[in-house]
């Protein structure tokens, strides 16, 4: 089993619409969780982090966490086109690794 | 602001030769990583390092190796490169490891033929 698991994806959302995005982690360990958005050809980049049970809101970005089904999502309110990009989730725990999820392709339709 | 600081860019190296891909950060982080990426995929941790003289494995570290001699420098050594190897590397540091942000390098793209 790996880690961190994403669905690869493509998800596509019309311009607009709510895009969600879910990851599952294995170590019941995991203290913090971190949503970055990579676009093609670059670095990976911070949206944001979770660490307590419940939601957090910045902007159109909403970060949920569920510890006790190990599962953590992200939904972008009013996608736009140039949300089209990787998401990759990642995770980080007692170990100190900060392990990533595979990503997921998300394609926003003008 | 120069952050995080990875060369080079570009590689291509033969099968069997060796190489060092250079990783520096000026933010004083206390944590750095080494991560690959292959095409359409997340990003796999190689090594990571929690302080000057500490490291440890990731979750790929064979045919890898580094070392931690100052808080800002984190050399990730090929020895003899395979294609296998062939893949985009970044480098990472963070604070701490816990709800802060990892800063990313630009990348190297190594290519072994």
């Known amino acids: 089993q790996k880690e961190v698991e994403q669905n690869s994806g493509p998800l596509s959302v019309p311009e607009g619409a709510i895009a969600s995005l879910n990851c599952t982690y294995s170590?019941?360990?995991?203290?913090?969780f971190f949503w970055y958005r990579q676009y093609s050809g670059k670095s990976p980049e911070l949206i944001m982090f979770i660490y307590s049970n419940g939601d957090k809101e910045d902007g159109r970005f909403t970060a949920q966490l569920n510890k006790a089904s190990q599962y953590v999502s992200l939904l972008i309110r009013d996608s736009q086109p140039s949300d089209s990009a990787t998401y990759l989730c990642a995770v980080t725990g007692a170990t100190n690794k900060l392990i990533f999820g595979t990503g997921t392709l998300l394609a926003v339709q003008p | 602001n120069a952050g995080v600081t990875q060369t080079p860019k570009f590689r291509i190296l033969k099968i069997g030769q060796s190489m060092t891909l250079q990783c520096t950060q000026d933010?004083?982080?206390?944590?750095m990583y080494w991560y690959r990426q292959d095409p359409g995929m997340g990003l796999k941790l190689i090594y990571y390092s929690v302080g000057a003289g500490i490291t440890d494995k990731g979750e790929v570290p064979n045919g890898y190796n580094v070392s931690r001699s100052t808080t800002e420098d984190f050399p990730l050594r090929l020895e003899l490169a395979a294609p296998s190897q062939t893949s985009v590397y970044f480098c990472?540091?963070?604070?701490?490891?816990?709800?802060?942000?990892?800063?990313f390098g630009q990348g190297t793209r190594l290519t072994v033929v």
């Open positions: 170590d019941r360990g995991s203290q913090s």
């Open positions: 990472a540091s963070s604070l701490s490891e816990a709800n802060t942000e990892a800063f």
């Open positions: 933010m004083n982080h206390n944590y």
